[in-house]
Nanobody
């Protein structure tokens, strides 16, 4: 069992930066791949980024490539999402998730956090 808690969301102007954190409980964190997803009002949850258990492999959605960076610290049981050059269209609730592989499909992840709101003003 893994419990995930996101933090770091907030209100930022377009062009600004935020760093999201996802703290995990449980001793098996380092065995899971981790993903970040987001969901805007009236839209489906969409893939943002994912990282392998070791951190050696990452994957990004085209919409965030070059602006967002996913990383993890297994010693701290934490995964991060550094978001730079934010745009109004990045506004959404951001969720972290734990799964068995670097996947872009939400159902393939086993554990989810509650989400943190990110709002980018123009």
């Amino acid at each position: 069992q893994v419990q995930l808690v996101e933090s770091g969301g907030g209100l930022v102007q377009a062009g600004g930066s935020l760093r999201l954190s996802c703290a995990a409980s449980g001793r098996t964190f380092s065995s899971y791949a981790m993903g970040w997803f987001r969901q805007a009002p009236g839209k489906e949850r969409e893939f943002v980024a994912a990282i392998s258990w070791s951190g050696g492999s990452t994957l990004y959605a085209d919409s965030v490539k070059g602006r967002f960076t996913i990383s993890r610290d297994n010693a701290k049981n934490t995964v991060y999402l550094q978001m730079n050059s934010l745009k109004p269209e990045d506004t959404a609730v951001y969720y972290c998730a734990a799964g068995n592989g670097v996947e872009i499909t939400p159902p393939l992840y086993d554990y989810w956090g509650q989400g943190t709101q990110v709002t980018v003003s123009s």
